[in-house]
């Protein structure tokens, strides 16, 4: 009977073994990438004042779709709500103004 049978029987188990060799030998230059050279960093100074910038940019947008999800989210709980009032036959479904009026002398 042959091992690949056995292994598919499902009667025993398959082992493989791991060797450092086999690993390492892909580290030396037998991978799918023959040089990670040209993917480090030079020997350039950052520039960090750019860096910052696109930062704080990046932090600008995030927050603004953050409200823009806030104020999206409001508006459909208060359309739900509204909606809700008017299809169960109400008919003052208008938000109640509290006006406090001051005395005037």
Not at 20 to 29: F, I, K, M, V
Not at 54 to 78: H, K, Q, S
Request: proline fraction near 4%.
């Amino acid at each position: 009977m042959n091992s690949d049978n056995s292994a598919s029987s499902g009667r025993g188990g398959r082992v493989v073994s791991f060797r450092r060799g086999q690993a390492a030998s892909h580290l030396r230059g037998n991978g799918p990438v023959p040089d990670l050279g040209k993917y480090e960093q030079d020997d350039a100074p950052d520039d960090y004042r750019h860096r910052m910038i696109v930062n704080l940019a990046a932090f600008l947008f995030l927050l603004c779709l953050i409200g823009a999800g806030y104020w999206l989210a409001d508006t459909m709980a208060r359309l739900r709500k509204d909606q809700d009032c008017v299809l169960s036959g109400r008919r003052t479904c208008d938000p109640a103004v509290v006006e406090i009026q001051r005395n005037r002398r």
